[in-house]
């Protein structure tokens, strides 16, 4: 028992870990529209919002997204981001508040605050979170395949990314409590079997 409880608290630090890097650093997980641009990660989506609604003050949003901004700059090469000018780029025209992604809004609101509270203590938030991304975008798909008028235009507007499967698992199996059930299932498997023998 002891033995699956270390292994359980191993991975689900590990993962959520991953996690947490996936989300702040605004890997790509999916492409959606929002806002007459791509948004391709939650933290892009929830800025795009925030921003619009101003509920939230522009520092506090600018201080989420710089570690991303950051991250791309030294993949892609570029300078690096200044804080105070991170919105400059950003298309002004795109900031009028119309979300036409509500599950996938509210799984990215779900994904960053889990990714927050499992580097203390691991929930079912983010993974919560990275099924309704899921549903979200797999409704998307689907009505954009049965709308055949106007297909065409929005034909590459709604994208799955691999790592949208990476995050799902790593969001998973950072839920010690599920992880340590596995463990324990697949360590009786053996004993079950070996039983029969004799």
Partial sequence: MAVSKKWASIISVVASSLFA????FQIPLFRVACRNKSCESPLEIMSSELIASEVIPSS???????PGAF???????????????????MNRASLS???????????????????????????????????????????????LDSAH????????SVRVY?????????A??????????????????PLSKSTKED
């Fill in 149 to 156: 008028d106007w297909i065409s235009a929005h034909r590459n």
């Fill in 162 to 170: 691999p790592m949208l499967f990476l995050a799902s698992l790593s």
């Fill in 71 to 89: 991250a791309k700059s030294l993949i892609t090469g570029s300078n690096l981001p200044s804080y105070h000018h991170l919105f400059d780029d």
């Fill in 21 to 24: 890097f996936l989300i702040v």
């Fill in 97 to 143: 508040s119309d979300i036409h992604h509500l599950e996938v809004f509210a799984g990215s609101c779900l994904c960053l605050l889990g990714a927050l509270l499992n580097l203390f203590k691991p929930t079912r938030i983010s993974f919560l979170g990275t099924l309704l991304i899921f549903w979200g975008l797999i409704r998307d798909i689907l009505l």
């Fill in 60 to 66: 506090v949003v600018k201080t989420i997204l710089y």
């Fill in 172 to 189: 998973f199996l950072s839920m010690r409590s599920d992880v340590r059930k596995i463990i324990k299932c697949f360590r009786s498997m």
